[in-house]
């Protein structure tokens, strides 16, 4: 898939899909923009979820963590 731009204005509305493997099998999960948007946004006391992740590689699969700025699963 080739994406050349971003629909403007979003609406909160549009798709977005994450897939993952597990256990050898593809998973997918698809949910409108403004929902991931509250995970990406839900806070603990001051801090967003997504500062709260670690930023060195878990060496346990299935952990989400900061690789450089990109939420990653290991």
Do not use: D, K
């Not at 993952?20 to 593809?26: A, F, S």
């Not at 509250?38 to 346990?60: E, F, V």
């Amino acid at each position: 898939m080739e994406v050349y731009g971003l629909p403007q204005p979003l609406t909160g509305s549009e798709l977005v899909t994450i897939r993952q493997e597990q256990n050898g099998h593809l998973a997918l999960c698809s949910m409108p923009l403004s929902v991931f948007a509250t995970y990406l946004s839900a806070t603990s006391g001051s801090t967003t979820w997504a500062t709260t992740l670690p930023t060195a590689r878990p060496s346990t699969s299935g952990v989400v963590w900061n690789n450089g700025g990109v939420v990653s699963i290991s």
